[in-house]
């Protein structure tokens, strides 16, 4: 029994696995309409750009001395519009008034993906040349970018929201792969490919060791800011993987998108089981935090519950997610 | 070195003199709004109240503290106004309370104040030019009440929790809606003024309600997001959806037939009464004292009947 427990416990994400559990079996018991295929699938499509983000700053986060991408939910949005105004000829941009139609022309499309996330890795470049190379605080960067990627998508875009994507486009955000929506999918298919990069070949060891001790790794001939610029780059990437999510699914690009999923998204890598100190962390802890996080924000929509009761229970969640992951690890490196 | 800096000062000083002489008894006129970003309501406004104390004579330019929630930005943009001694302050206060103090100091400094689309507490401005949000809401609840024949259910989309004028429209709506009826409001959900949120409580609430009849969204800004989730749901055309703002966007939904009624704001009239009555105190020709603290600028439900003409003086 002892070593059953202790077999779970060395598993660094089985927290959050038991705060999900918890929080879906109460639900399931007291919610109304909460265990209905359609719900789960909601809770699912929802976590998508935040966990898709979250697995980008989990990578920051491992790579230590305080990494941490504040300006994540800025590029979402600026790679968003950039994405968006790709596709919508300039007239139909400045026309503020019409649910849009327009044609599934997969070139333009194919483009405005490459621009969308070329936007998205080129800020995150510049974060980690910033971090790697300036020499300047992650927080310090990283919030400097936060702003000036947020009011590059308010200017590009002259403030203006537009509604309505190709269909090609939004069926990204909007369909299913069977019973598996596409964002879903996508967001699943993502973090266990950066939990192979991460666990299974010498990037991943190297950066996992750059997180833990930065001046070893330089002695040991590692390429330690290549490591830091390369994260950043990544994270900025998700980022803009998630615009796309975004907007396809609410079929809408809005220079104000993504205020504040950074947060969430860094919420979600904590939950996971990432530690803020560097070193140590994993993907899909970061995916199963951001899903954490939407879980709970479902009973507060089905029981009609004011919005005021919600924030600060998402706040001790977050600490009670960390107290037990602390415990976790007391008792799993043990005795 | 040190000469031609000096130079350049004195320069910089003499165009400063000239234009003050030029702009001599041409009132200065500072238009203040929370965000002129994915917020055209703000923007409308805004240009409007410009030129229209421009067409008056004045001398006007917009400034935006940048922000749904930047408050500390827009009092410290009303300090530095007082201190460049503007005449009028147009606004529209991110936090009733948090300018108060500023409002206090820039009366005390002769600057007029006249508020737009949300208040301040205390009295330091003349008046308040905004849509009666309470009795507007009402009005589309009594056309909801009509069209569900007085039974049913109803959902709400809230805007951001606090707004003052969130909630005004809520309520409107939903005291009136189950006044002298059998309909009842299912669910009511922070949408917090965006798509992408409105479309997620969308979503969750219509899991806990599915046969609901109706929908009141509080802004046209979050209902592209509750038409993707009713249409995601499946449940296009069997659930009717009322929006308020009456922009450009939500009457062109209404001519689609996927809305059945937008309530009207008119934010460009707004713009341009606050304006006018700020320059009108200035001038002398509006006394302050006989201005009522608060001004309706009027509503107007648009359903397909109207959109037609209505389209013409949108926003």
């Not at chain 1, 503020?96 to 998205?120: E, H, Q, S």
């Not at chain 1, 792969?177 to 596409?182: A, I, N, Q, Y």
Request: hydrophobic share 50%; with cysteine.
């Amino acid at each position: 029994m002892a070593t059953a427990l202790k077999r779970i416990l060395s598993f660094k994400e089985a927290p959050i696995v038991f705060l999900i559990l918890v929080v879906a079996l109460l639900c399931g018991v007291f919610v109304p309409n909460f265990l209905t295929a359609a719900n789960l699938v909601n809770i699912l499509s929802q976590s998508a750009t935040v966990g898709i983000m979250a697995i980008g700053i989990t990578l920051v986060i491992i790579s230590g001395s305080g990494g941490i991408d504040l300006s994540a939910g800025s590029i979402l949005g600026v790679s968003s519009i950039v994405m968006a105004m790709t596709i919508i000829p300039p007239e139909l941009y400045r026309d503020t008034a019409a649910m849009l139609v327009l044609p599934n022309d997969y070139w333009v499309i194919f483009k405005a993906l490459v621009f969308c996330m070329g936007v998205g890795m080129f800020c995150g470049f510049l974060n980690g040349a910033m971090v790697a190379w300036v020499g300047l605080p992650p927080f310090i960067a990283t919030l400097a970018m936060m702003t000036a990627a947020r009011g590059l998508a308010a200017y590009i875009s002259a403030g203006i929201p537009t509604y309505g994507l190709p269909t090609s486009l939004v069926w990204v955000g909007q369909n299913s792969l069977w019973f598996v929506p596409v964002p879903v999918a996508l967001m699943i298919a993502l973090a266990v490919i950066v939990h192979i990069i991460l666990t299974r070949t010498t990037y991943g060891m190297s950066l996992l060791a750059v997180g833990g001790n930065r001046e070893t790794s330089r002695f040991c001939g590692m390429n330690v800011k290549g490591t830091l610029i390369s994260v950043y780059v990544i994270c900025g990437l998700f980022a803009a993987v998630g615009g796309v999510i975004l907007s396809a699914r609410s079929n809408q690009a809005h220079p104000d998108a993504g205020i504040g999923y950074e947060l969430s998204a860094i919420s979600a890598a904590v939950l996971g089981g990432t530690s803020m100190m560097g070193g140590s962390g994993g993907v899909l802890g970061a995916v199963l935090g951001a899903v954490f996080l939407s879980l709970i924000q479902n009973p507060i929509n089905l029981l009609n519950i004011p919005v005021a009761y919600m924030k600060p229970i998402m706040g001790a969640l977050i600490v009670i997610a960390v107290l037990l992951d602390q415990w976790r690890k007391k008792q799993s490196i043990g005795d | 070195m040190l000469k031609s800096v000096l130079k350049l000062c004195f320069a910089a000083i003499a165009v400063n003199i000239l234009f003050a002489a030029a702009f001599a008894g041409q009132p200065r006129v500072a238009v203040v709004v929370k965000t002129l970003t994915g917020d055209v309501f703000q923007l409308k406004m805004a240009e409007a109240a410009r030129d229209k104390a421009i067409e008056l004579g004045a001398d006007a330019t917009i400034y935006q503290a940048g922000g749904q929630t930047a408050v500390q930005r827009m009092v410290q943009i009303i300090e530095d106004l007082i201190t460049q001694q503007v005449d009028v302050i147009v606004i529209s206060p991110l936090d009733s309370k948090a300018v108060v103090p500023v409002f206090q100091q820039a009366k005390e400094e002769g600057v007029i104040i006249v508020c737009m689309d949300q208040v301040a507490e205390g009295d330091d401005y003349v008046t308040f030019i905004s849509t009666d949000n309470y009795a507007a809401a009402a009005l589309g609840a009594e056309f909801a009440k009509e069209q569900l024949g007085g039974k049913g259910k109803v959902l709400v989309v809230e805007g951001a929790p606090g707004s003052s004028v969130g909630d005004d429209r809520k309520n409107g709506f939903k005291d009136t809606i189950v006044k002298d009826s059998r309909i009842e409001v299912v669910g009511s959900q922070s949408g917090y003024w965006t798509n992408e949120r409105a479309m997620a409580a969308m979503e969750n609430m219509l899991q806990a309600n599915p046969g609901v009849d109706l929908v009141f969204s509080c802004s046209d800004g979050m209902t592209g997001g509750i038409l993707e989730a009713i249409k995601l749901a499946g449940k296009e055309g069997r659930i009717k959806v009322i929006s308020f703002d009456g922009s450009s966007f939500g009457i062109e939904l209404i001519k689609e037939g996927k809305i059945i009624a937008d309530v009207a704001q008119f934010p460009i009239k707004i713009g341009q009464m606050a304006a006018e009555i700020g320059i009108g105190v200035f001038n002398g020709t509006v006394d302050p004292a006989s201005l009522p603290k608060f001004i309706d600028s009027g509503t107007k439900l648009i359903t397909a009947e109207n959109a037609d003409e209505s389209l013409a003086d949108a926003f």
